[in-house]
């Protein structure tokens, strides 16, 4: 991994000074959060989820990737909407304000990809009561668009919820969802914005909400690695798979995919590669690194390094 930073390859401090003994008060499948009090500190793990699991080998200084373009992004988009970020603590932390967390994930998608896709190409051609043009391939550019929220779940899959079932089951009112909706638009094409004048595109992404005595907020992490799809511009072929160049988690899935195994150990190429997109993720939002300086493999070349490496008895 001669491409990443020293400063990247840091393990996880024990603790900050201040913490040194204390359990998390909340551990997710990445964060680790801890209860200040009137404010909350966040702190990024190495660890890596996919499909729902969490996986057995943590991607070096993935944290520190994910922590870094937060701060940057909530940084840049607090005029946009307010969010819960109050500083930068150290590079796998940030301190945030509290805020009681709305059990939805607005996902904004401005491409045709993923479930949506799947979905058009089995005929279902209403995306959360948006009717789409007939024709559109994999990974084409959406007329405008299209939100498609979900449910936040803890375990299992997080499933889709219309604006109605969301208001009737008390998640929020309509109120709420009239301005996160018109937020949710908003954030992503500002953040589709600032991934433009870095020659990538932001293909979706999810979005996260809390109530705090002031009003909504946006909470947990902007676009990263972890919560969007990011395309090089350079790359995009429209009709075509994203995940040989795409700087998310899209790469990670297609390999587990490929091998039908999410429990297995990953293979050092492959943890490589991960860890190459979410830390050049935020080297190139932040302008200090191109596409092409990030040493990215597509899934076959890795793939065929991956039954290499596990032949010869190498891996993790």
């Not at 089995?122 to 299209?146: H, N």
């Not at 040493?295 to 290499?308: F, K, P, T």
Request: glycine share 10%; net charge negative.
């Amino acid at each position: 991994m001669a491409y990443i930073d020293k400063k990247f390859l840091n393990k996880m401090p024990d603790e900050l000074e201040h913490m040194e003994g204390r359990s998390p008060s909340w551990r997710g499948k990445v964060k680790d959060v801890y209860d200040l009090g009137d404010r909350l500190l966040m702190v990024f793990s190495d660890r890596v989820s996919a499909f729902d699991e969490v996986l057995a080998d943590p991607i070096p200084g993935k944290g520190i990737g994910l922590n870094e373009m937060s701060v940057l992004l909530l940084g840049m988009s607090g005029s946009v909407y307010p969010n819960h970020l109050l500083r930068r603590v150290d590079e796998r932390s940030m301190e945030v304000v509290k805020a009681s967390r709305i059990d939805l994930e607005f996902v904004v998608r401005g491409y045709l990809y993923g479930s949506a896709w799947r979905a058009y190409s089995r005929g279902e051609t209403t995306v959360s009561g948006v009717e789409l043009p007939p024709g559109l391939r994999m990974a084409d550019e959406l007329p405008e668009p299209v939100l498609t929220p979900t449910t936040k779940s803890q375990v299992g899959h997080d499933e889709e919820i219309s604006a109605r079932e969301a208001i009737s089951s008390g998640l929020l009112t309509q109120d709420e969802w009239r301005e996160l909706e018109e937020a949710s638009l908003r954030l992503y094409e500002f953040y589709r914005g600032v991934a433009s004048s870095r020659g990538l595109m932001l293909a979706d992404a999810k979005f996260e909400f809390g109530r705090t005595r002031n009003g909504l907020i946006q909470i947990d992490e902007p676009p990263t690695h972890d919560s969007a799809r990011i395309w090089p511009s350079k790359y995009y072929e429209p009709g075509m798979p994203q995940e040989d160049h795409c700087l998310d988690k899209e790469f990670l899935r297609a390999y587990l995919r490929e091998t039908g195994c999410i429990k297995c150990r990953l293979p050092g190429v492959v943890v490589d590669q991960v860890a190459r997109r979410v830390i050049g993720a935020y080297k190139v939002v932040a302008g200090i690194a191109r596409v092409e300086d990030l040493g990215l493999m597509g899934l076959d070349e890795v793939m065929g390094l991956a039954r290499g490496e596990l032949r010869g008895g190498g891996g993790l």
